[in-house]
Structure formats: structure tokens, C-alpha cells
T-cell receptor
């Protein structure tokens, strides 16, 4: 199956930028996704990028896609305490998710 | 009411018991999925169904079975539960066709926490 890898933990100070990285092996995806899981809840789609794009910006979120290196990143500008959650990347068929990155925002 | 509802939300059982986790959805989606979440391992796909007559194994189907009783219902069974099946289980749905007008977004239930003693 596909490998989707993320670092497990990230800690940033409130107001700083957060960058969460993901590497994947399956390059056939139409879309690549970022999901957010808040404590005690299911996952919700945060943002996505079409596979023929290199970058997508959505308010404080910037998604970068490097298809050559099979690398996806999520940048959160001006990180807030409410951004503390687990963030998962997923490939197009969403059969394979990354391990999730637990983001902790320090006030 | 939630679009994707899982029952029970929490369950403690003993080794060897049969357990069923149920999922129902009001989104009218054809595709339904069962995942389990373990710390440090992320989400792993157990089974998925693209319509009522379609059932497919995912990455970790051993020890599990599913039933798609209707478009809106997809249940997961553990015939003889074992402790390493202790996990948080999620049901999800998605629309059939991925394309310009539909990103294929998954809609998740709130999860069913299962503990096998």
C-alpha cells in the first residue's frame, strides 16, 4: 500500500507560523487533503489541493505541493491556541492517511 | 443531528466477545468507510463500501467483518475481540464521483472508543 509519513509532534508559540510536512508515495491522486482532528472529535477537512497545482492559499492556510519530491506541506500563519489539534494528510483515494502531526500552540 | 452517527460511542468488552459498531448517515452518500485510529499510527482503513452491493477489504481487515445493510448503514463487527483491537474507530462517508465539483471529501462520525480487556 501507499506510505504517507508525517512527523508526530510540533510545538509553536502563539502568533508564529506552523509548518506541517507530509511525504507520500502514490502520485496518482487527483486531490491531496489536510484534515484536522480536535480533541474528542472526528476528522474534518481543513483544506485540499488539486494535484496540478503547486500552491493553494486559503486565509491563514497555505498548502504547497512538490510533485517531484512527493512532498506536501501545510503552513498556518499567525498560529492561535485554537489551532492546537492533530493534522492528517491523505492521498486522493483517502485509503491511506499519514500518522498525524499533533500541533501544540504555546500561549 | 450529526450527519454521520456512530453507536456506541464507548464500549468496554472482554476478550472473545462479539462486538458490533454501527454507523448511519443522512448525507445520501454511496461510499462508506471504517477506519481505526491508534496513537502514533494514524488512521488505517479496515473496510470500505462504494455501494450497497460492494464491500472491499482495506489495509487491516483481519479480525473484522462488515455489513452494508442499506445505503445509509454500514456496521463493523469483531467476531471475537482481542486486546490489540482496542482503538478508536471511525466511520466516514464520501460522495461517489471525485471531480471539479466534488473533492471527494470524507465526512467522519465522532468515533467509537472500544476497549478490549
Amino acid at each position: 500500500g501507499e506510505d504517507v509519513e508525517q512527523s508526530l509532534f510540533l510545538s509553536v508559540r502563539e502568533g508564529d507560523s506552523s509548518v506541517i510536512n507530509c511525504t507520500y508515495t502514490d502520485s496518482s491522486s487527483t486531490y491531496l487533503y489536510w484534515y484536522k482532528q480536535e480533541p474528542g472529535a472526528g476528522l474534518q477537512l481543513l483544506t485540499y489541493i488539486f494535484s496540478n497545482m503547486d500552491m493553494k492559499q486559503d486565509q491563514r492556510l497555505t498548502v504547497l505541493l512538490n510533485k517531484k519530491d512527493k512532498h506536501l506541506s501545510l503552513r498556518i500563519a499567525d498560529t492561535q491556541t485554537g489551532d492546537s489539534a492533530i493534522y492528517f494528510c491523505a492521498g486522493g483515494n483517502q485509503f491511506y492517511f499519514g500518522t498525524g502531526t499533533s500541533l501544540t500552540v504555546i500561549p | 443531528d450529526a450527519d454521520v452517527t456512530q453507536t456506541p460511542r464507548n464500549r468496554i468488552t472482554k476478550t472473545g466477545k462479539r462486538i458490533m459498531l454501527e454507523c448511519s448517515q443522512t448525507k445520501g452518500h454511496d461510499r462508506m468507510y471504517w477506519y481505526r485510529q491508534d496513537p502514533g499510527l494514524g488512521l488505517r482503513l479496515i473496510y470500505y463500501s462504494f455501494d450497497v452491493k460492494d464491500i472491499n477489504k482495506g489495509e487491516i481487515s483481519d479480525g473484522y467483518s462488515v455489513s452494508r445493510q442499506a445505503q445509509a448503514k454500514f456496521s463493523l463487527s469483531l467476531e471475537s475481540a482481542i486486546p490489540n483491537q482496542t482503538a478508536l474507530y471511525f466511520c466516514a462517508t464520501s460522495d461517489l464521483t471525485v471531480g471539479q465539483a466534488n473533492t471527494g471529501e470524507l465526512f467522519f462520525g465522532e468515533g467509537s472508543r472500544l476497549t478490549v480487556l
